[in-house]
T-cell receptor, first 114, second 109 residues
């Protein structure tokens, strides 16, 4: 593994189903982030984690939850998917949160909720 | 509220120069980032400015004016591979990145 990986690459999901998007980084970065990107809108922060064991809410957290059991993994869960959650989801990491450190992005997960 | 404005789309010719503007309004300011994003791919870091002035990095330069809430990305000697979206993002007082919607740059031969 080099950098950040996300799985799955893409997924079609029925509304009401539960789904977990996986994110793993091997850079030993403290901070990790989940964004969604929709056409015509900027990246919007869903949840973030400053360090293992802590998480925080971003701009659009409703309908999503995260956990950070260790430094490397930061899964995003949709408890009961709705069509408005159709989007491209990017995971990112940086050396530390609350700083000017550059964020590095994973390749993204394209999610369609029908 | 916090806001980032940048043009939706620009077109330029291979070999030419293009300037992509970005204006920002944030609660506090801790710097301005530019990222490049090719279609279907992840954003990748281009530049970071926190002080006024021009930062040059090869064919790409980035400028910041804090007093005007304004930045631009200058791309010289355009190549076809520069066709991409360019994302402007400002770091607010809480060190959260506020993102613009991106400028899609189309390069024509």
């Amino acid at each position: 593994i080099a950098g950040i990986t996300q799985a799955p690459t893409s997924q079609i999901l029925a509304a009401g189903r539960r789904m977990t998007l996986r994110c793993t980084q091997d850079m030993r970065h403290n901070a990790m982030y989940w964004y969604r990107q929709d056409l015509g809108l900027g990246l919007r922060l869903i949840h973030y984690s400053n360090t293992a064991g802590t998480t925080g809410k971003g701009e659009v957290p409703d309908g999503y939850s995260v956990s950070r059991a260790n430094t490397d993994d930061f899964p995003l869960t949709l408890a009961s998917a709705v069509p408005s959650q159709t989007s491209v989801y990017f995971c990112a990491s940086s050396d530390s949160e609350g700083s000017t450190d550059t964020q590095y992005f994973g390749p993204g997960t394209r999610l369609t909720v029908l | 509220g916090q806001n980032i404005d940048q043009p939706t789309e620009m077109t330029a010719t291979e070999g030419a120069i293009v300037q992509i503007n970005c204006t920002y309004q944030t609660s506090g300011f801790n710097g301005l980032f530019w990222y490049q994003q090719h279609a279907g791919e992840a954003p990748t870091f281009l530049s970071y400015n926190v002080l006024d002035g021009l930062e040059e990095k090869g064919r790409f330069s980035s400028f910041l004016s804090r007093s005007k809430g304004y930045s631009y990305l200058l791309l010289k000697e355009l190549q076809m591979k520069d066709s991409a979206s360019y994302l402007c993002a400002a770091l607010d007082s809480n060190y959260q990145l506020i993102w613009g919607a991106g400028t899609k740059l189309i390069i024509k031969p």
